[in-house]
């Protein structure tokens, strides 16, 4: 047995005479706010706060990078950041309830310590989508790093940097949305279109669409010009049923941006779980074009 | 690079002197097989042996590990934080190691020590010890380094490489870190006119290895044609397999690991395993759904990873140094020699493999 009581060690250590940094330790943070988003309380979103000043800016990220949230005694899961970069003081996480450390994460309460290691991954190719015109499709739960997305975009420093912007989001049903009170707030600006959709709905106040969301594509995304890039996140049925429908709006498959999970455990290409062909999902990825996508192994 | 000759009697007296800096690797029969031991002060390696069973791989990189330490005592300031626990970085040296188990530290450095991440573990492992290998005059007849990435006399990645001589060892002298070893050793004399007496040994060696395989058209293979190949490799090669794990767990190469949390009353560790390719849960997802589903995916995945994705990636061979481990080990004779041969003479055209054995 390994003795508890050692001295508390830097995050940096020497190799070769050379201070490195040791990959999997998390930063620890409290969680400040929790958020129940959805009515059969199956998805939260974490607010969490960095304990050691500076490590905020050491995990600085970009829109579209996921991290290991870490719970000591149960282990880290790969989670996509909600939060944007524009926002400061804290980041978000929307985890759905579902296995060993999401059920135990969904039980804990503000003020519990936790880990957070990252960022991890490719991101959006940001670099790429400046100047374009951008349309966000996404189903479900599959909406977090969709919303870092828009935030960041939406910023007054950044909107001027993107044409126009869409976004086709939909749910089973109103009470299923992410981030609802947002989503409203969009809706009512005019420099994004909104196309929110639930699957069906007894509200005879709902304003929205009704439709699956490849129907509300092929009604509302405009057409793929040579400057016109999608990003689509959802469930497989989900872009199963859209990818028909952008070929037919004319999106090439260098313009079709896609996120993929992948069973994951260090997030940074050592461990040999996520891959898919040569491609490391968590290190090459998560974010390929459905042209990348289409020269590897389906192994998601 | 210089030649010193190490009598065989000298020998443990050498090691002896060793001891005060180094800890002292190699080794040692049990049960009927060889594995690598630390030695116990005075114990002697056992030099006269084939290969061990387990490779080498666990000297740098244990099967289980702890990553970090925590406390789940609620009274603890530090509770639910992980630090990294105190590691043994005291210099060790692994007396005996096989060429292609020290080759095979060269082929999975690629993975740990990255342009991004460094892998702390390993790689202070790595650096903490010195490799004095031993060449092989008598090769097993299921070894194929010389045309995997090694070879029987390799000594491109050892400090020193020890060459059995009758009642001596011819022992070249590769490193800072070999000749520091060999200082402290007291091992000083050199061997005159040894390099030739070296070549002639190596290329008796390497006449005795009775197999090989054929890699030249691995990287211009499509790497998509080689996956669909289920009819003409995977589903008759996957046929028997009951992935049991044995040839992941048994080869040098293979590096992969789960990480899991243990707790013990009101501490914890966060430890890491090896874990292999040829588990259904390496890739299940929470909700069920698993993309390697199969076996034969699973076993795709393993020949795939070694014989094309490592290829392609890092452009350095492939990711196997023909210890012939896994063929010696497998209970229905999956030989990665055939698949090899197989991958690297498909035909896409006709869907079939020139060479099938
Ligand atoms: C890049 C990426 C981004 C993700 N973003 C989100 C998100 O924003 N919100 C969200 O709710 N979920 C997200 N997921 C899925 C989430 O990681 C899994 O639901 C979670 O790991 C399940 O953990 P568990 O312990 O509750 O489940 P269990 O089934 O008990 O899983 C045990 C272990 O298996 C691994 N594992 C199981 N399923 C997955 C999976 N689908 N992906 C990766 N590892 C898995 C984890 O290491 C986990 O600790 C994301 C996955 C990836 C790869
Ligand atoms: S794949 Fe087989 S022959 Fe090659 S290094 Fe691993 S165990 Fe040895
Ligand atoms: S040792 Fe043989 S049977 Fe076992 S998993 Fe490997 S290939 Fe399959
Ligand atoms: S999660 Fe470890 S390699 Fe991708």
């Known amino acids: 047995m390994i003795p508890r009581h050692v001295a508390v060690q830097s995050r940096r250590d020497r190799i070769k005479g050379v201070i490195v940094h040791n990959p999997y330790l998390p930063y620890p943070v409290r969680i400040d706010e929790?958020?129940?988003?959805?009515?059969?309380?199956?998805?939260?979103?974490?607010?969490?706060?960095?304990?050691?000043?500076?490590?905020?800016?050491?995990?600085?990220?970009?829109?579209?990078?996921?991290?290991?949230?870490?719970?000591?005694?149960?282990?880290?899961?790969?989670?996509?950041?909600a939060s944007s970069p524009t926002e400061k003081g804290f980041v978000k996480f929307t985890v759905f309830k579902t296995g060993k450390v999401t059920s135990y994460l969904h039980a804990m309460k503000e003020g519990d310590v936790m880990g957070v290691r990252g960022p991890m991954g490719n991101s959006y190719p940001w670099d790429l989508l400046e100047g374009k015109n951008v349309v966000i499709i996404?189903?479900?739960?599959?909406?977090?790093?969709?919303?870092?997305?828009?935030?960041?975009?939406?910023?007054?420093?950044?909107?001027?940097?993107?044409?126009?912007?869409?976004?086709?989001?939909?749910?089973?049903?109103?009470?299923?949305?992410?981030?609802?009170?947002?989503?409203?707030?969009?809706?009512?600006?005019?420099?994004?279109?909104?196309?929110?959709?639930?699957?069906?709905?007894?509200?005879?106040?709902?304003?929205?669409?009704?439709?699956?969301?490849?129907?509300?594509t092929e009604q509302e995304a405009p057409p793929g010009t040579a400057d016109t890039y999608a990003i689509v996140c959802g469930p497989p049925i989900m872009i199963k049923f859209t990818q028909p429908v952008l070929d037919k709006l004319g999106y090439g498959h260098d313009q079709i941006i896609m996120s993929l999970e992948n069973r994951m455990k260090c997030g940074i290409g050592i461990c040999g779980h996520c891959n898919i062909g040569k491609e490391l999902v968590c290190k090459d990825g998560p974010v390929f074009t459905l042209e990348e996508l289409n020269k590897t192994p389906k192994e998601y | 690079m210089k030649v010193i000759q190490i009598d065989k009697s000298e020998l443990e007296a050498g090691l002896g002197k060793l001891e005060k800096a180094f800890r002292l690797i190699g080794p040692v029969k049990e049960k009927g097989y060889h594995l690598f031991k630390t030695?116990?002060?005075?114990?002697?390696?056992?030099?006269?042996?084939?290969?061990?069973?387990?490779?080498?791989?666990?000297?740098?990189?244990?099967?289980?590990?702890?990553?970090?330490?925590?406390?789940?005592?609620?009274?603890?300031?530090?509770?639910?934080?992980?630090?990294?626990?105190?590691?043994?970085?005291?210099?060790?040296?692994?007396?005996?190691?096989?060429?292609?188990?020290?080759?095979?530290?060269?082929?999975?450095?690629?993975?740990?020590?990255?342009?991004?991440?460094?892998?702390?573990?390993?790689?202070?492992?790595?650096?903490?010890?010195?490799?004095?290998?031993?060449?092989?005059?008598?090769?097993?007849?299921?070894?194929?380094?010389?045309?995997?990435?090694?070879?029987?006399?390799?000594?491109?990645?050892l400090d020193i490489m020890l060459v059995d001589n009758g009642d001596h060892y011819l022992a070249r002298i590769a490193t800072e870190k070999g000749e520091k070893l060999a200082a402290d050793a007291g091992w000083q004399r050199p061997a005159e006119g040894a390099e030739n007496r070296i070549e002639d040994l190596k290329l008796a060696a390497e006449a005795k290895i009775q197999s090989e395989i054929s890699t030249d058209n691995l990287a211009n293979q499509s790497l998509n044609d080689l996956y669909e190949a289920e009819a003409a490799i995977w589903e008759p090669e996957a046929f028997a397999c009951i992935n049991c794990g044995t040839c992941t767990h048994a080869c040098p190469t293979c590096w992969c690991f789960d990480v899991q949390d243990e707790t013990y009353g009101k501490s914890?560790?966060?430890?890491?395993?090896?874990?292999?390719?040829?588990?259904?849960?390496?890739?299940?997802?929470?909700?069920?759904?698993?993309?390697?589903?199969?076996?034969?995916?699973?076993?795709?995945?393993?020949?795939?990873?070694?014989?094309?994705?490592?290829?392609?990636?890092?452009?350095?061979?492939?990711?196997?140094?023909g210890c012939g481990r896994c063929v010696r080990l497998c209970p229905v004779n999956i030989d990665i020699r055939r698949i090899c041969n197989k991958m690297n003479s498909y035909d896409p055209e006709t869907c079939s493999c020139a060479v099938t054995s």
Not at chain 2, 76 to 100: F, H, M, N, T, W
Not at chain 2, 121 to 132: Q, R, S
Request: net charge negative; glycine share 6%.
């Open chain 1, 34 to 81: 929790i958020t129940v988003e959805t009515e059969d309380k199956s998805l939260k979103t974490f607010k969490f706060v960095f304990l050691n000043p500076g490590d905020e800016d050491n995990f600085a990220y970009r829109a579209g990078q996921f991290a290991e949230l870490s719970i000591a005694g149960l282990g880290e899961i790969p989670i996509g950041i």
């Open chain 1, 138 to 216: 996404g189903g479900g739960f599959a909406f977090t790093t969709l919303r870092s997305s828009i935030v960041h975009m939406l910023h007054p420093d950044n909107r001027s940097k993107f044409k126009d912007i869409h976004v086709i989001y939909g749910a089973r049903s109103p009470g299923m949305l992410l981030y609802k009170d947002e989503l409203m707030a969009w809706a009512e600006r005019d420099d994004i279109h909104m196309h929110i959709t639930v699957d069906g709905t007894d509200d005879p106040d709902w304003k929205y669409h009704k439709g699956f969301v490849p129907a509300i």
């Open chain 2, 39 to 157: 030695l116990d002060s005075g114990q002697k390696p056992d030099l006269d042996y084939m290969n061990t069973r387990l490779s080498a791989r666990s000297i740098l990189y244990p099967q289980s590990e702890v990553m970090f330490e925590f406390s789940l005592d609620k009274a603890d300031e530090q509770y639910a934080i992980l630090r990294e626990p105190e590691k043994d970085s005291q210099p060790r040296a692994v007396i005996g190691i096989r060429p292609c188990d020290a080759d095979a530290y060269a082929v999975v450095r690629r993975n740990f020590d990255t342009p991004e991440y460094k892998d702390p573990y390993w790689l202070k492992n790595f650096e903490a010890t010195t490799l004095v290998g031993l060449a092989c005059s008598t090769p097993c007849p299921t070894c194929f380094c010389t045309s995997a990435v090694s070879g029987p006399f390799s000594d491109k990645n």
């Open chain 2, 268 to 321: 914890g560790f966060r430890m890491r395993n090896w874990d292999s390719c040829m588990y259904p849960l390496f890739s299940l997802h929470a909700s069920g759904h698993n993309p390697r589903g199969t076996k034969t995916a699973r076993v795709r995945q393993r020949f795939m990873h070694k014989l094309k994705y490592y290829v392609d990636k890092f452009e350095q061979g492939i990711q196997c140094t």
